[in-house]
């Protein structure tokens, strides 16, 4: 099946896994998808990713972190802002900190995709992906 939003597709499959306690998810393999869950990875929110199959029918399989003996997940909320009805663009002094800097707010800029504090540093803006925290 065909997904307008494969960002928001991903998030939605991240936030079911987390709460099922699955240890593994798989969505659709993209360039953006590719990008986001390199942040995740870098920001210690999923443990690794790998793309699985070949052809237009690749996927790419996240493996999730969860905590403690009850195993409750990392990601604690996965939150869209920027959708294809609703752009949201923040220049570098608008960018937002989430949760006082606890989470993450990820941008997609002329740079690439990263972080609202690696955008911060290197002063850029961008389009406000989601908040991940």
């Known amino acids: 099946m065909a997904v307008n939003d494969t960002i928001a ?13 699955h240890q593994t998810t798989q969505v659709p393999s993209t360039k953006l998808t590719r990008s ?3 942040v995740l990875k870098d920001e210690g929110f999923i443990s690794d990713f790998e793309n699985v199959g070949e052809g237009v029918k690749t996927q790419l399989r996240i493996a999730l ?19 294809p009805g609703l752009r949201v ?11 006082g800097g606890i989470g993450i707010a990820i941008i997609s800029t002329s740079h ?3 972080t609202d504090r690696e955008a911060r540093r290197q002063g850029i803006g961008g389009e406000v992906l989601c908040y991940v925290w």
Do not use: C, F, H, W
Not at 68 to 79: D, T, V
Not at 89 to 99: D, F, G, Q, T
């Open 9 to 21: 597709d991903m998030l939605t499959r991240l936030r079911n896994a987390n709460l099922a306690r």
């Open 112 to 114: 690439g995709i990263m």
């Open 65 to 83: 972190k969860y905590k403690g003996k009850n195993r409750s997940p990392i990601i604690s909320k996965l939150e869209r802002v920027s959708r």
């Open 89 to 99: 663009y923040k220049n570098r002094k608008e960018l937002p900190r989430v949760l």
């Open 36 to 38: 986001i869950a390199q």
